[in-house]
Each structure stands twice: as C-alpha cells, then as structure tokens.
C-alpha cells in the first residue's frame, strides 16, 4: 500500500484552518484514503501573525496523523511547500491549499491517475480548472480569472510546459522522484509550481493534469496584477538558471 503526507501550506489562516481539517477528518472517516496510509497531515505554518499553528494544533486529538511545523520568518508559499516537502516521510505527498478549494474528494482521481496499474502511473499529477471535465462552481472574479490564463500563456510561452493549469493548489507528487532535485528548488512564493514542474521535465518525469472541482474562496494572498507581473519574472529567471545548470545537477 502506498503511503500519503499531506502539506497544506498556511499564512494567518485562523480563520479558515479550522474548516479545513474538519474536511480533511470527514474526508478521512468517508474513507477518500483508503487506497494508501495516511501517514501526516502537515500544516506548514508560514511565520503568521496570528494563531495559525495553536488552531493547528488543537486538533490533533481528532485527527492524529496532524503535524504542525512552522517558518519563521514568513517567506512565501513556495519556502513552506519547500519545508513540508522535506519533512514528509511517506512515498507520495499530496499539496493542497489551506482554503479547500479543490474538494478533499479530488484526491480520487489524482490518484488514479498515478496508481493505475493498467498503464505506467505519472510521477506528479495537478489537478486542472482548464481542461475538459474540470468545474468550477463558483468563479473568479473577471480581472483574477483573465489574468491568471495570461499568466499561463507567458509560462508556456517562456518554458514550453503544455499544462493549461500549473496553479491550482491540489497536486500529488511522487517523493521518490523528485527529491534528486528538491535541494536546487529557490523559488519561495507563488510561482514555485512552475519550477518544479520545469525540473520534472528536465528530469524526464511523467505529469498530468488532471480535471478537478474547483470553488473559489475568498480570501487570497495573491494580487492578481503585482503578484502576476512578479511570476512571470520570476519564470523567465528560472528558465534561464535552468537552461545553464549543469546536465549532472
């Protein structure tokens, strides 16, 4: 049986945490896990303000795979992703965001999709907002929707990663075949799923996107325009840096 850490990635989420890991118990009792043991439920507390990590933590009696580790301090989503992926001690770790958007459930066919014994499993599967089969319940607003497939334009264009959808925060990665080159991973904040997908396809991994349900929730760290504009620049940094590390790194 494959075994399964969970990193949720959190900044000043106390308001929104709670919610959250009750989803993952009721997806945990519904049985959405079966197929693997759960070994950890990482909140990767990113140098919040608030009590992020004592809301975390009480919740550890009713769900007792929760671990809670905190970065002080606050450096980015990519920095805790980062940290949780080096704690995680189980074959595959699955990254979720700390807002649920992606339902708990979607974990089903992310793993499908890499387990499925009838055709060779992928190494990171996405979920996907972008490609047939995906729904979203609730949108975006116009300006964050539009700016965020401009965004994915520029990250084709400037790596040649064919994914319609390299944001959604819902992604299953196989440990094993990524930590070769987790130690060469600098990007701390939003972008960072685009370095790593840029670095599974320079070490010949297989990815897919997978379609999912996705429902936005309010509340995002992000700017649509600033954050944007400093994504794309931090693309074209790491597609550079890549292009001239050494075929060995």
């Known amino acids: 049986m494959h075994s399964l850490s969970i990193i949720v990635p959190a900044y000043n989420e106390e308001a929104r945490l709670p919610a959250t890991l009750e989803l993952v118990k009721a997806a945990k009792d519904k049985g959405i896990f079966n197929s693997v043991e759960l070994r950890e ?20 009696p009713s769900l007792p795979e929760l671990r809670v580790h905190s970065v002080v301090p606050n450096q980015g989503k990519g920095n805790a992703i980062h940290a949780g992926l080096h704690l995680a001690q189980s074959e595959w770790c699955l990254i979720a965001d700390a807002d649920s958007a992606t339902p708990w459930d979607q974990f089903l066919p992310l793993s499908k999709a890499c387990f499925d014994r009838s055709s060779p499993g992928a190494a ?23 700016l965020g497939r401009l965004f994915n334009h520029a990250v084709r264009w400037i790596t040649g990663l064919p994914f319609k959808d390299t944001q959604c925060g819902f992604k ?37 996107e997978v379609p ?18 400093e994504m794309v620049l931090r693309v074209v940094q790491m597609r550079i840096r890549i292009a001239f590390l050494p075929v060995s790194s």
Do not use: C, Y
């Open 41 to 60: 439920v990482w909140i990767i507390d990113d140098g919040s303000r608030d009590k992020t990590a004592q809301i975390a933590k009480k919740f550890t």
């Open 124 to 146: 990171i599967a996405m979920g996907s907002r972008d490609i047939e089969g995906s729904v979203r319940k609730e949108r975006q607003s116009w300006i964050r929707e539009n």
């Open 172 to 208: 299953l990665i196989h440990m094993q075949s990524v930590r070769p080159f987790l130690r060469l991973l600098r990007v701390k904040r939003f972008a960072w799923d685009v370095e790593l997908l840029l670095f599974a396809k320079r070490a010949g991994l297989t990815m897919v």
């Open 212 to 229: 999912v349900i996705w429902e936005h929730q309010e509340g995002s760290r992000i700017n649509p325009l600033k954050d944007g504009i």
